[in-house]
């Protein structure tokens, strides 16, 4: 069996997280072979051959054109699998090329058993398995699912080519905007959630971040909705924190959220359902109406 | 100028699951259904950009399911969508994205649409393939997980949402489709007087067999709880007996509070 594994860099640098496709691999049960639109001063450790697409020509991003080559890496190593991470390009890339050779795709695959996927549902609240019907695969794998693997030593590289035209421009990056604030290197965090059920309620989490001395966070639907502002937005698309101490308050736990926080030091979480996803990787998991909780807390804290 | 828009409904994500007697899906009965949240973001900027170009586009709002679908329809129609297609398919749950792409491509091929509009995925699969695999079936230019979108005489100018506060812009010229982030925009309610102008609106029902056979690439042998692996403790309890213990815990495994 052969994968067929698609790195990532980004702005001239390799994504750890490449390291993750070797595992994934690993657990497929087969060889590694490595596609990477990147440049040679990012280059991943492992000694395989790489189909290295010179990020300076043809753009870290260019579904087109990066499309165009791993279907000339297929052609040629025929491989079982292409493996991508569940990444915004993985996401947008491996549909494409599951189209163009008319197979099977698998996302956001957490897990492979003999051959079988499992993946995530329903926010994570099921979980399904499914088989690919087709003889080869595409696949794309949830970040932090996986163990990294560093094969280790310099690859062989195969540079590639390609003179297809391309339906869509990539006309560079748009960084964080300049308001952004940094919560990277904040000890405490206090962090709402859909849960905390209105603009209004942000007012609690205000009031124990500042008792505590602590920073506010937020989730996705906060921000989204108004509630707090996008630039203290945690998580995969937003920012990756470490606290001593993180409170998440009415958060369920998307995937993506649990990703920005699993470096926390002690995590409690604050919810109604206790089979919130948050519990898979909360300390303390209290079992409560945040609304009702967090003014006793408050409270305790100011008059211990 | 010709938009399409493409809706899913889905459970709210809230519910408690459970599988379904085949055991490849989850039980549907009892579950309150609503709008994908991210179909949400592709209705309003579908309606915001007729509304740009001073109401002239054609803007058709598309489901594929059973019967209850129909509900959605009518919101998006209250929304600003013209005309509603329902493709009538009661086994949608148990298709695979390909063939759900199929259905839509093989409808929107013969009508020559400028622009396709999709949630970026749904939240109760999430799969994110079905409006790239349309387009790519179509072969239209296509675009995903936009936060940003501009339309100016065919070009559209997106930003696509990346990692770590990261954009990218792209640009692509219609026909395309593009796939819809949350953030993009903010989705309005429908008002009253809309929702009874929308009841005159036409929905087309098409039955999912006259448009597409296509066979599954994927198939779903099991759905199921995941096993709980969190080595958390759970607290239950009145609030303030709650609170001391989280006051506790905090001083037992941090060096704050003491």
């Known amino acids: 069996m052969k994968t067929l594994l698609i790195g990532e860099s980004r702005e001239g640098r390799l994504?750890?997280?490449?390291?993750?496709?070797?595992?994934?691999?690993?657990?497929?049960?087969?060889?590694?072979?490595?596609?990477?639109?990147?440049?040679?001063?990012?280059?991943?450790?492992y000694a395989g051959t790489l189909y290295l697409a010179d990020a300076k020509k043809y753009g870290e991003y260019n579904p087109d054109l990066h499309k165009n080559m791993i279907l000339q890496v297929v052609e040629k190593e025929n491989p079982d699998y292409v493996v991508f991470l569940h990444s915004s390009y993985g996401r947008d890339l491996a549909p494409r090329i599951a189209a163009s050779l008319r197979i099977g795709q698998v996302s956001e695959v957490v897990d492979i058993v003999d051959?079988?996927?499992e993946l995530t549902c329903c926010n994570a609240r099921m979980h399904?398995?499914?088989?690919?019907?087709?003889?080869?695969?595409?696949?794309?794998?949830?970040?932090?699912?996986?163990?990294p693997i560093r094969p280790g030593g310099t690859p062989l590289i195969q540079a590639m080519q390609t003179d297809a035209l391309s339906s869509i421009e990539f006309a560079g990056y748009e960084p964080a905007g300049p308001e952004q604030i940094d919560?990277?290197?904040?000890?405490i965090i206090i962090s709402a959630g859909r849960g905390i059920g209105t603009k209004e309620n942000t007012a609690l989490i205000w009031n124990l971040a500042r008792i505590l001395g602590g920073e506010v966070g937020a989730s996705r639907p906060v921000v989204d909705a108004g509630w707090i502002e996008h630039s203290r937005q945690i998580g995969s698309t937003g920012q990756t924190v470490s606290p001593e101490l993180y409170i998440a308050c009415g958060i369920s736990g998307a995937i993506q959220h649990l990703a920005g926080i699993k470096n926390s030091g002690y995590i409690v979480a604050i919810n109604k359902d206790r089979d919130a996803p948050i519990g898979e990787i909360a300390d303390a998991l209290v079992v409560a109406d945040v609304t009702q909780f967090l003014p006793a807390l408050t409270e305790r804290v100011t008059k211990p | 100028m010709k938009l399409l828009v493409c809706i899913k409904q889905i459970p709210d994500m809230e519910s408690q699951f459970k599988p379904d007697e085949s055991g490849s899906w989850f039980e549907e009965s009892g579950l309150v259904y609503r709008m994908n949240e991210y179909d949400d973001y592709a209705v309003e900027q579908a309606v915001l950009l007729k509304e740009q170009l001073g109401g002239e586009p054609d803007l058709t709002v598309l489901s594929i399911g059973p019967d209850r679908v129909v509900e959605i329809i009518k919101k998006a129609l209250a929304i600003g969508c013209d005309?509603?297609?329902?493709?009538?398919?009661?086994?949608?749950?148990?298709?695979?994205?390909?063939?759900?792409?199929?259905?839509?491509?093989?409808?929107a091929k013969e009508q020559h649409y400028d622009l396709i509009f999709t949630g970026m995925q749904s939240q109760d699969r999430g799969s994110a393939q079905v409006g790239v695999m349309a387009a790519e079936q179509l072969g239209y230019a296509s675009a995903t997980?936009?936060?940003?979108?501009?339309?100016?005489?065919?070009?559209?100018?997106?930003?696509?949402?990346?990692?770590?506060?990261?954009?990218?812009?792209?640009?692509?010229r219609t026909p395309a489709l593009v796939t819809c982030q949350s953030g993009l925009n903010t989705p309005r309610y429908p008002a009253l007087p809309n929702i009874l102008k929308a009841k005159k609106k036409e929905i087309r029902t098409i039955p999912a067999s006259d448009l597409s056979r296509a066979a599954a690439l994927t198939a779903t042998t099991r759905i199921f709880k995941p096993e709980k692996k969190g080595s958390g403790i759970i607290l239950e309890g009145d609030t303030s007996t709650l609170a001391d213990r989280v006051i506790n815990l905090i001083r037992e495994n941090t060096t704050l509070l003491r």
Request: charged share 15%; proline share 5%.
């Open chain 1, 15 to 45: 994504l750890n997280a490449t390291y993750e496709l070797f595992g994934a691999s690993e657990k497929l049960k087969s060889e590694p072979i490595l596609f990477l639109a990147g440049t040679e001063a990012g280059l991943p450790s």
């Open chain 1, 115 to 117: 051959g079988t996927f």
């Open chain 2, 83 to 107: 005309r509603g297609v329902h493709i009538h398919d009661p086994a949608v749950a148990h298709k695979d994205p390909w063939q759900i792409a199929s259905l839509i491509a093989n409808f």
């Open chain 1, 183 to 187: 919560l990277g290197k904040a000890g």
């Open chain 2, 145 to 172: 997980t936009l936060v940003g979108f501009t339309y100016h005489e065919g070009l559209i100018t997106g930003l696509c949402e990346l990692e770590g506060g990261l954009k990218g812009i792209v640009k692509l």
């Open chain 1, 128 to 147: 399904r398995s499914v088989r690919v019907s087709t003889p080869r695969a595409v696949v794309t794998i949830q970040p932090g699912a996986f163990s």
